[in-house]
Nanobody
Framework: QGQLVESGGGKVQPGGSLKLSCVAS????????VAWYRQPPGDQREFVAQ???????TYVDFAKGRFTISRDDAKNAAYLELNLLTPEDTAVYFC????????WGRGTQVTVSS
């Protein structure tokens, strides 16, 4: 069964940027749409963005203009670039593959704090 591993999280000051990676193993990520979700502390997991196999992109409102989703099928990976971060963006960020979802990563922590 395929696995997804996220990386790139960390602590950043308000206004800062991070680029998250989602690397697949044991599966061909090019066969699936990829989505990013996040789970803020004490809150439910929420959708952030998705990119289909053909490259069609959808963002939730809070991500528009600040976050950028992309994929590199040659590297079996997808990415989420986070810009203009605020403390409200503090969360564990997860990637998923497929709809219905066939694989989840374990997440990468993003903390936005001064």
């Amino acid at each position: 069964q395929g696995q997804l591993v996220e990386s790139g999280g960390g602590k950043v000051q308000p206004g800062g940027s991070l680029k998250l990676s989602c690397v697949a193993s044991g599966m061909d990520l090019s066969e699936y749409g990829v989505a990013w979700y996040r789970q803020p502390p004490g809150d439910q997991r929420e959708f952030v963005a998705q990119i289909t196999r053909s490259g069609f992109i959808t963002y939730v409102d809070f991500a528009k203009g600040r976050f950028t989703i992309s994929r590199d099928d040659a590297k079996n990976a997808a990415y989420l670039e986070l810009n203009l971060l605020t403390p409200e963006d503090t969360a564990v960020y997860f990637c998923s593959a497929g709809r219905p979802v066939i694989a989840w990563g374990r997440g990468t922590q993003v903390t936005v704090s001064s």
